[in-house]
Every structure is written in C-alpha cells, then in structure tokens.
C-alpha cells in the first residue's frame, strides 16, 4: 500500500497550475543567468544546479512535512536539527572549500544553533513562564530551528569571505604590525570588527524597519493563520534576536579557528596556507559546483583508503 502522503503529493503534482506557476517563475532564474554572464561573475552553474536541487529539495521536505511537524520524540528532533545543522555547513564549504572550513563551520553552526534552540525548547520548563516554544514537537521546533541553522550559515559564510578578502589585501598592513611585535590576534581585529558589521548591518537594519517598511514572512504567516497581531509582533521579535545571536557566535567561532590558519606558530604569516588559498580560488572561477562535489567525496574516500 502507497502512504496516504505520497498519495497527497502526487495528486498536488499533477495540479497543472503548479508548473505553470514555475515556468513563469524559471523566466526570473533566465534573466539572473544572462545578468550574471553579462557581468562575468561565473556564478551560471551554481545559480541553475542551486534552483534544480532546492526545487527538488523543497519537494522531497513536503514529502516529510506532516511527518516531521507529528514529531513529539525530542532526540528525534534534535537529530533532525543535527542534519540540518550538517547540511548547512556542507553548502557553505561548497562556495568556501577552504582548508578545514567545512569542520570549522559545522561546529560554529551546530555549537550555536543547538545552544539557542535548546533554550527555547525548554525555556518553558521555568516556573511562571509560557516559554519561547509552545509545545515540544516538530511543529515548532523544526521551522524555527531551520531559520535559526539557515541565517548562521548565511552570515558566517558572508564573514568568512570578507574575512579572507580583507586579510588577502591587506597582507602587508599585517606584516608591517607583526613586525612591530603585535600580535596577530590585534593585527586583524579591526578587520574582524568590519566583516562582523557588514554581516549584522542588513539584518539590524532589517529589524529596524519592523512594522514601517516590511511585515516579516513569519509574522505574516502567523496573522494570516489567525494569531493576534501583536502576538505575531512579540513572536517576530524573538525570532530576530535569536538569528542574530546564533549569526554572531558562529561568526566569531568561524573566523577565530579560520584566521588562525592565516599564522604560524612563530606569528608570522603561513605563506603555505596562503597559497593553498590562492590556489583554491584559482580553482573555484574553472570548476563547476557538480565537479566540487565529486572532488568533495574523492578525497573522503582516500582518506578512508589510507586510514
């Protein structure tokens, strides 16, 4: 016998105006594909194979959706969470293949995320509080812990970048203040402070125009499925201060174990790792997303060769 939602799915799929509404949609992906060969930015593949495999994604997820949002086990949950957060620092490794980032990036985000939802999840468990989370199942915790994962992944990989970008150009204003006897730690902080802003800058903004120039997804939703205004207001807010949280913290773990790649042991600079750098980017504006995946697995499997 065919589960009751696969057999939901499909009689969803064959609506025709679902596929109408994604022809028209796949003319936005067309435009975004001629602007970016017309500015050269070589992001053609990665924009076609992103909208294909989220597509395919967002699918297969509404397949489980139901599934999911029945969930009362709680280390069902956090199991779910723990792929998320996975997942979210593989994506992040595909645009960032830099050494160790992949590692360095699961642990920030995985780390951070699981702490904040932690507290929400039993945030109510204090005596006289209602709590952050209503009820201990997958109908709240899964959303909110993927906006949670998916906004520290966004903002880390945004730092991370012009963590790099910055130190790469600046490289003799570091060694200049390395030579000086500073400390590499005081050599590229305020090149820290600049890529923290320029994560956050958006996101605060964002919160600042709350009610005057956008009415936030969430709370649209929450309105429109008969909750109280203001109590989609209040819930908004909650939700923007924990993304900026887990978006700071995994910012900051990200770039502390990166940037300490860019130093030797004596503080001086790794001239070794950054020619691994240099080497990689090289690399990143000739091959395609698809060919990064297959070098991923290829050398997991030498290693567990050798091992």
């Given at each position: 016998m065919?589960?009751?939602?696969?057999?939901?799915?499909?009689?969803s799929?064959?609506?025709?105006?679902?596929?109408?509404r994604?022809?028209?949609?796949?003319?936005?992906?067309?435009?975004?594909?001629?602007?970016?060969?017309?500015?050269?930015?070589?992001?053609?593949?990665?924009?076609?194979?992103?909208?294909?495999?989220?597509?395919?994604?967002?699918?297969?997820?509404?397949?489980?959706?139901?599934?999911?949002?029945?969930?009362?086990?709680?280390?069902?949950?956090?199991?779910?969470?723990?792929?998320?957060?996975?997942?979210?620092?593989?994506?992040?490794y595909?645009?960032?293949?830099?050494?160790?980032?992949?590692?360095?990036?699961?642990?920030a985000?995985t780390?951070?995320s699981?702490?904040?939802?932690?507290?929400?999840?039993?945030?109510?468990?204090?005596?006289?509080?209602?709590?952050?989370?209503?009820?201990?199942?997958g109908?709240?915790?899964?959303?909110?812990?993927s906006?949670?994962i998916?906004?520290?992944?966004?903002i880390?990989?945004?730092?991370?970048?012009?963590?790099?970008?910055?130190?790469?150009?600046?490289?003799?204003?570091?060694?200049?203040?390395?030579?000086?006897?500073d400390?590499?730690?005081?050599?590229?902080?305020?090149?820290?402070r600049?890529?923290?802003?320029?994560?956050?800058?958006?996101?605060i903004?964002?919160?600042?125009?709350?009610?005057?120039?956008?009415i936030?997804?969430?709370?649209?939703?929450?309105?429109?499925?008969?909750?109280p205004?203001?109590?989609?207001?209040?819930?908004?807010?909650?939700?923007?201060l924990?993304?900026?949280?887990?978006?700071?913290s995994?910012s900051?773990?990200?770039?502390?174990?990166?940037?300490?790649?860019?130093?030797t042991?004596?503080?001086?600079?790794?001239?070794?790792?950054?020619?691994?750098?240099?080497?990689?980017?090289?690399?990143?504006?000739?091959?395609?997303?698809?060919?990064?995946?297959?070098?991923?697995?290829?050398k997991?499997?030498?290693?567990?060769?050798?091992?």
């Open positions: 065919v589960p009751d939602i696969i057999l939901e799915a499909w009689d799929l064959k609506d025709i105006n679902i596929w109408i994604i022809g028209l949609s796949a003319i936005f992906l067309l435009i975004l594909v001629a602007l970016s060969f017309w500015q050269r930015t070589n992001l053609e593949t990665k924009l076609l194979w992103s909208f294909f495999r989220g597509m395919i994604q967002v699918i297969l997820f509404g397949l489980i959706l139901d599934a999911l949002f029945a969930l009362e086990k709680i280390w069902v949950l956090y199991l779910v969470l723990l792929f998320m957060c996975l997942f979210a620092a593989f994506t992040n595909q645009s960032y293949p830099y050494p160790k980032v992949f590692l360095i990036n699961l642990f985000i780390s951070t699981i702490a904040i939802m932690t507290f929400a999840i039993y945030s109510g468990s204090f005596e006289f509080f209602e709590g952050i989370i209503p009820e201990m199942t109908e709240y915790i899964i959303p909110m812990g906006m949670v998916a906004f520290a992944m966004r880390t990989g945004i730092a991370l970048e012009r963590v790099k970008s910055d130190i790469m150009k600046m490289q003799g204003t570091i060694e200049a203040a390395l030579m000086l006897g400390s590499p730690t005081n050599a590229i902080r305020f090149i820290l600049d890529c923290y802003r320029a994560g956050l800058t958006p996101t903004n964002r919160v600042a125009v709350l009610g005057i120039v956008t936030p997804g969430l709370m649209a939703g929450m309105i429109i499925g008969g909750i205004p203001i109590v989609a207001a209040i819930y908004q807010i909650v939700i923007f924990m993304l900026l949280l887990a978006a700071f995994s900051i773990i990200t770039n502390y174990f990166f940037t300490m790649q860019f130093f042991k004596e503080q001086q600079f790794n001239l070794e790792f950054l020619n691994r750098i240099q080497q990689i980017e090289t690399e990143l504006k000739t091959k395609s997303v698809i060919e990064r995946w297959k070098k991923f697995f290829k997991r499997k030498e290693k567990k060769v050798k091992s």
